[in-house]
């Protein structure tokens, strides 16, 4: 009794309890981006593909899941079976293999397509040898036009609509153009015909694949987009497969209303509204800091307006949606929208949802942060060293920007970096202000004016809302929102790395710890 | 062998501290005319009257060291002369403060301009977070000079003035919080000098330094009057003694004895003096 008491006394039990306490909160991190992680990266590793009967007859597809009395077969296939996922009764199902010819083709329509195949044909005839063998000769050209025609479509024939379209705005406010507009029309009818000759040449080389039960699907071999042939394959094979996978979900466009593909775009989108938010942040929550903390008289009011906003912090997202949609998209867009781009109304051009409104929205989201930790920087920088740039001479606006404000710099940059945080993880209001579900261009690109402030654009944060709620083939999705969160995650982590060394490569020029 | 090709490698040692007998005064500083005039000044600090009827004269290129214990008034009345005490609320000051014939607070006067006249060096060595060379430079950038060649030239007379050229010449571009603090407080009185003061105002310079950074500056001091003239405020009798010509002794806000430094530590005329530097009180 007594020695429990002295336990207690000495302060041990707060140091266990506290130390407890930290190592629980890491315990449930760690767990978080842990089952984040397994469940997303797991998904692409090519698993065996197995075949079996059941009541219904043969079936061929990978396990994804186990019960007591069931097993859940992914079987593909979605334009023969209507659904990709199928619980089959252990009671029901024969003896299982794996058989070596079963491949999973990825393709650009419908999900994959699991099964073996068949033949290869040219024009409706088929091709002699092995299939395989042909497949594997003939896949490089075939992906290389499409290729071509993707970057047809996109690039040329969008860059001709674009132009025709500025064109015919242009033609409203003056006459005397229709010999350009025509000029236009024609190279724009002429890239389609190419197109067309393109599609007609791709299509020429088809693929016919057979499902388990026996079905047939003809397709071209242009929108085969991978071919996995799981069970045929090493450890090598597969890492191969599993690393294209990956850099395909990375790097490339998503496709099939966002349950297949990448998500490049929301990387891209994330990645610049956030850059786009510090970006105005920074110099808001540093103007108002410093106006409070050196030129405001420090008094009631200032008190008050400080409480007002902390308060802000803790204001709901959604509120500053309505807000951002309300005074920026609404008050300012149609503003600017009426006084400068007038011809092209009523289709909007900045009166409707956009990057930069989104990022505005969360720079006022945010900028409370930026402001309580630059007061606390300014704070902080010794009175001894704005003597000293007094004393020589220096003006006391001279001595905020060569002294303080450099002084203060790491711990503004912390503000920053708690912002990001914030600001990265919000989606209640980016869908009020400018995110959608697929946004046909990137707001930043290689037409004129490159930075396009007004467009659209796509987030990971409302990527894993739209793909996990908004997906009409729920169970397939589910992949592709744990490995969305799980980028989100290193999003912010990359942002926030990248802002820590600026600070500690700062604090390392001002003499190290001096802060 | 050996021995005969070492000793021909041993130079004499550089930067050895030197225990220097400063004279006590030259007698040209006795023929000097004034340069700073304090002249009946009181300060108030809100309702608390810090400095009383203060009437001081300091000669140019003399270093008069201001003594007394500790709240007597000394850093105040340092602050009077560039005017740092504006920088603090309700301060109001009576009296006037001349240089040459100038009255600095007469409301025409451009406080900025005085303060360059005005170099000042802190009790303790605040550098800027900033390189070496920035913290020379300082002064003359927000002056806005901007050739390199200027820059250059000030910062190497100054470094080299304060006796520190040597030993961070090649290291210009590192910051000046890596440096010691003898070395820091070295570069303080560098980046005042750099803007070619008239005055260089000291407050207890060396009370944070060790006795061999403390010697350091106490040569440097002798030497820099040469080309200033200083006031400095120190807690140490025994630096008053060797480094000033002049001293005034403060007692609670008043200026109880003032003269040559040597008079006053041999043969001082009010009793208060004799406790306080024999060490009876303070
Ligand atoms: N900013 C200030 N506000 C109010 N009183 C002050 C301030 N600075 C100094 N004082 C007071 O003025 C007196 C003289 O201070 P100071 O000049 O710093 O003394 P010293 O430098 O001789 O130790 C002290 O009693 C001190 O408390
Ligand atoms: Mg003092």
Request: net charge neutral; hydrophobic share 45%.
């Amino acid at each position: 009794m007594m020695n429990v008491r002295e336990w207690w006394r000495r302060g041990s039990a707060l140091i266990w309890f506290s130390g407890a306490t930290l190592g629980f909160s890491l315990l449930m991190i760690l767990g978080l981006v842990g089952y984040i992680g397994a469940k997303g990266l797991g998904f692409f590793w090519p698993g065996a593909i197995v075949a079996s009967t059941t009541a219904q007859g043969p079936i061929l597809g990978e396990i994804t899941g186990q019960e007591a009395d069931k097993i859940q077969f992914h079987v593909g296939n979605r334009d023969l079976f209507g659904q990709d996922y199928r619980w089959v009764p252990r009671a029901e199902l024969g003896p299982l293999s794996t058989p070596a010819d079963a491949v999973v083709v990825e393709r650009l329509e419908y999900g994959p397509f699991i099964g073996r195949i068949r033949s290869l044909e040219k024009d409706g005839q088929v091709l002699p040898g092995d299939p395989m063998e042909t497949l594997r000769r003939l896949r490089p050209a075939a992906l290389a036009m499409s290729r071509h025609i993707r970057d047809l479509d996109k690039v040329e024939i969008g860059g001709l609509n674009r132009k025709m379209e500025d064109l015919r705005l242009e033609m409203k406010a003056r006459p005397g153009l229709e010999a350009r507009m025509a000029a236009l029309k024609a190279r724009y009818d002429a890239a389609e015909a190419r197109l067309e000759v393109l599609r007609a040449q791709a299509a020429s080389v088809t693929v016919t694949l057979e499902a388990a039960d026996g079905q047939t699907k003809t397709l071209p071999l242009a929108s085969v987009v991978r071919l996995v042939p799981s069970n045929a394959l090493g450890v090598a094979g597969k890492m191969g497969a599993y690393l294209s996978r990956l850099w395909e979900f990375v790097a490339d466009d998503p496709r099939e209303s966002n349950t297949e593909g990448g998500i490049f775009p929301a990387i891209f989108g994330t990645v610049m509204m956030v850059l786009l938010m510090s970006v105005l942040v920074v110099p808001l929550g540093v103007l108002a800091a410093l106006y409070m903390r050196e030129y405001a008289r420090q008094g009631l009011l200032l008190r008050t307006l400080r409480i007002a906003v902390n308060n802000l912090a803790g204001v709901p997202s959604i509120v500053f949606g309505v807000f951002g949609l309300g005074f920026f998209v609404y008050f300012v867009g149609g503003g600017i929208d009426r006084l400068f781009f007038a011809e092209k109304l009523p289709a909007p051009t900045f009166g409707t949802g956009g990057i930069l409104w989104a990022a505005l929205t969360l720079a006022l989201l945010t900028v409370p942060v930026v402001i309580v930790a630059t007061e606390e920087a300014l704070a902080a920088v010794p009175r001894s060293q704005r003597e000293a740039s007094l004393a020589l001479g220096a003006t006391r606006w001279q001595t905020l920007w060569n002294v303080v404000i450099p002084g203060a710099m790491p711990g503004i940059l912390t503000g920053l970096i708690l912002a990001m945080a914030r600001g990265a993880g919000e989606v209640a209001p980016l869908m009020l202000t400018g995110v959608v579900k697929l946004a046909p261009s990137m707001p930043l690109d290689g037409t004129f004016p490159f930075l396009h402030l007004d467009r659209k654009f796509m987030h990971l944060g409302f990527h894993i809302y739209d793909v996990g709620f908004q997906s009409p083939n729920s169970e397939a999705a589910k992949p592709m929102v744990f490995m969305t969160a799980l980028l989100l995650l290193l999003v912010v982590v990359v942002l926030n790395l990248f802002a820590l060394r600026l600070r500690s490569r700062l604090r390392a020029r001002m003499g190290g710890g001096a802060f | 062998m050996q021995a005969g090709d070492t000793m021909t490698d041993v130079e004499p040692r550089q930067g050895a501290p030197r225990k220097t007998e400063v004279p006590l005064t030259d007698t040209a500083v006795l023929s000097a005319k004034p340069l700073l005039h304090i002249e009946d000044v009181s300060l108030f600090y809100g309702p608390k009257q810090a400095l009383f009827n203060i009437d001081l004269e300091v000669r140019e290129h003399s270093v008069m060291s201001l003594i007394g214990p500790s709240g007597c008034g000394k850093s105040t009345l340092l602050r009077c002369i560039n005017r740092m005490n504006d920088l603090i609320p309700n301060v109001r000051i009576q009296g006037s403060v001349k240089v040459g014939d100038d009255d600095i607070y007469d409301p025409a006067v451009d406080v900025i301009n005085l303060r360059k006249r005005m170099g000042m060096v802190f009790q303790k060595s605040n550098p800027f977070p900033k390189s070496i060379y920035e913290n020379v430079a300082y002064g003359l950038r927000i002056q806005g000079v901007k050739d390199r060649a200027v820059l250059d030239e000030a910062v190497e007379r100054s470094l080299i003035a304060s006796g520190l050229w040597d030993e961070v010449k090649d290291r210009l571009k590192e910051s000046g919080l890596g440096l010691s603090g003898g070395q820091q407080q070295r570069l303080c009185i560098a980046r005042a000098m750099a803007v070619r003061p008239e005055v260089l105002l000291m407050d207890e310079p060396c009370s944070a330094l060790d006795p061999l950074a403390t010697s350091r500056i106490e040569e440097l001091i002798f030497e820099l009057k040469r080309d200033y003239t200083i006031v400095i405020v120190t807690h140490n009798m025994q630096q008053a003694a060797r480094v000033s010509d002049f001293t005034a002794f403060f007692w609670m806000g008043k200026l109880i004895e003032t003269g040559l430094t040597e008079m006053l530590f041999t043969n001082p005329r009010v009793r208060m003096t004799e406790d306080y530097i024999s060490g009876r009180f303070g």
